[in-house]
């Protein structure tokens, strides 16, 4: 259970799905049926093999790998939104803030937005959690008695009751433990953590999920209880350390607030709160055609890098194919890419001139230019589907059994090995 747990862990820590979602991560059912099916093909002529699950690197490669792909694939489909050349990119509204450091946006509108339209922005102050902090307690304490216990969590919505027991020989850190596992696991809106003063010492912590407040409400929640005060008095879960505030911001010189810090602005430019401006107007309006499209291929070569950065990882110290694999897009194309200013350095990465870029894409090569860059997506496309469907093929295993050409059949739950995430199938 350790190495499942060592797995998941890695996966959460490092990519942490629920923070990094995307758009083009929800599909249709016909788009999952097509996975699987492309899942089956690869398995049916997949040879029969055994992976060695102490083996920390395989896993976390194997999550590298499938993670990495999705990613490249919601570039490529972002990119591709518009059409699938590269050149519709000349046609796509791409916003721009003047400094990302203090707001960030992107254009969330139609066509018909005026490339002219823009506004100016200062940032004043943020939207701000509810933040509930409890008494710091001896963590190997014993200060709860064995029994059952209760309390209310009231929200602006909703009332939520939470039991928990303290049973024999649990200390002030399991019982902390405990209620933070309850709050976690509930969904409720709210994130429990157990923070530490260096002397020994623990505490609860409650912050809320959302920020700000709706009007004519002082808290987003409150800890109540009738049966146990004095267990909720002694972890202090019911003190506000920092109250719940709105955002606060001039739009045009007009002063507004908002419960959070992202918000859409005429249906058009969904805008990020970063930080205060400290009186600096940013200003948001749209790039120029060409700027946006080097953005998009820039995005592109970060996508490739990062994966021929992940083969060269694993290549230390495994024999891989995936490195090799993937530097072999930018061998096959390094003369079309280098004409256009896309260089292959010498540990198999690629870099890019973005003025030759700009300047390709409306010079009198530009159909070359495009054709270049289209061959470099529609080839970083197909290796990133083939990755995701398959990532157990560049893993090292012990080839057990090849199927006989030709007469073989599909193992249906053989894929869960890779669509499972390594779970250990001996248990």
């Known amino acids: 259970m350790a ?70 694939k919601n570039v490529i489909k972002e990119i591709s939104s518009n059409g699938d050349s590269i050149e519709s990119l000349l046609d796509k509204k791409v916003a721009a803030s003047s400094n990302d450091e203090y707001v960030s946006v992107q254009y969330v509108g139609g066509e018909d937005t005026k490339s002219s339209d823009s506004f100016n922005i200062t940032v004043n102050s943020l939207a701000t959690p509810q933040i509930n902090t409890g008494n710091f307690l001896t963590a190997n304490g014993y200060d709860f008695e064995e029994g059952h216990y209760s309390f209310d969590l009231n929200t602006t919505s909703n009332s939520f009751e939470f039991q928990f027991n303290v049973g024999m020989g649990d200390n002030n850190l399991d019982v902390q433990k405990k209620i933070a596992r309850l709050v976690n696991s509930s969904d409720v809106g709210l ?46 879960i019911d003190n506000t350390s920092n109250l719940a505030h709105n955002s606060s911001f001039t739009l045009n010189d007009a002063e507004h607030s908002s419960m959070s810090n992202t918000f859409t602005i005429n249906k058009a430019f969904e805008v990020t709160l970063l ?5 600096e107007n940013v200003n948001v309006g749209f790039k120029t055609n060409t700027e946006a499209l080097a953005d998009s291929v820039s995005d592109l070569i970060n996508v490739y890098n990062n994966m021929v950065g992940i083969g060269a990882n694993y290549s230390v110290s495994h024999n891989n194919s995936y490195f090799v694999e993937m530097t072999g897009i930018g061998r096959t194309l390094s003369e079309q890419l280098s004409d256009i200013g896309i260089s292959q350095e010498e540990d198999g990465t690629l870099s890019m001139n973005r003025k030759a870029i700009e300047d390709g894409v409306t010079g009198a090569n530009r159909d070359d230019v495009f054709k270049t860059l289209n061959t470099f997506k529609n080839a970083l496309s197909a290796a990133a589907d083939k990755t995701s469907v398959n990532p157990m093929k560049y893993v090292d295993k012990l080839m057990v059994e090849y199927k006989n050409p030709g007469k073989n059949f599909t193992a249906v739950y053989a894929s869960s090995a890779y669509a499972g995430m390594l779970i250990n199938q001996a248990l």
């Open 191 to 236: 994130k429990a953590e157990i923070i530490n003063n260096g002397r020994e010492q623990t505490a609860l912590q409650l912050t809320s999920k959302n920020t700000g407040l709706p009007e004519g409400a002082s808290k987003i929640f409150s800890i109540e209880t009738d049966t146990s005060w004095a267990e909720i008095n002694r972890l202090g």
């Open 275 to 279: 930080k205060p401006s400290e009186g």
């Open 3 to 72: 190495r499942i747990d060592a797995a998941y862990n890695y996966y959460l820590s490092t990519y942490n799905p629920r923070g990094n979602g995307s758009k083009y991560d929800i599909h249709k059912k016909s788009e999952l049926r097509a996975t699987y099916n492309e899942m089956l093909k690869a398995n049916k002529e997949s040879p029969l093999y055994k992976i060695n699950l102490e083996d920390t690197d395989i896993t976390k490669f194997a999550i590298d790998l499938k993670e990495n792909a999705r990613a490249a």
